[in-house]
């Protein structure tokens, strides 16, 4: 990653904030995004979900991503 040791040990114990740029760096070492980096690990199927959805809607219209978007709502609701 090209940081020290106590660079890296002094992030996790929050004495420094880390840059936009090392977490992608991290994200992209453990294969992973830089929400699943942030989130909890019982979050990690949620997040994962997350970033599927954001990746099927990037592509789309806003008049598709709207109709998506009812869809999901109708399915929310139904529980």
């Known amino acids: 990653m090209g940081k020290k040791h106590s660079t890296i040990g002094r992030w ?25 980096l942030m989130a909890p690990p019982e979050m990690a199927s949620f997040v994962q979900s997350l970033d599927r959805a954001q990746k099927i809607i990037s592509n789309m219209t806003d008049e598709d991503r709207e109709r998506w978007l009812s869809i999901g709502e109708s399915l929310a609701h139904k529980k």
């Open 12 to 36: 996790e114990k929050g004495e420094v904030p880390f840059t936009l740029a090392d977490l992608q760096k991290l994200a992209e070492i453990y294969q992973v995004t830089p929400a699943q």
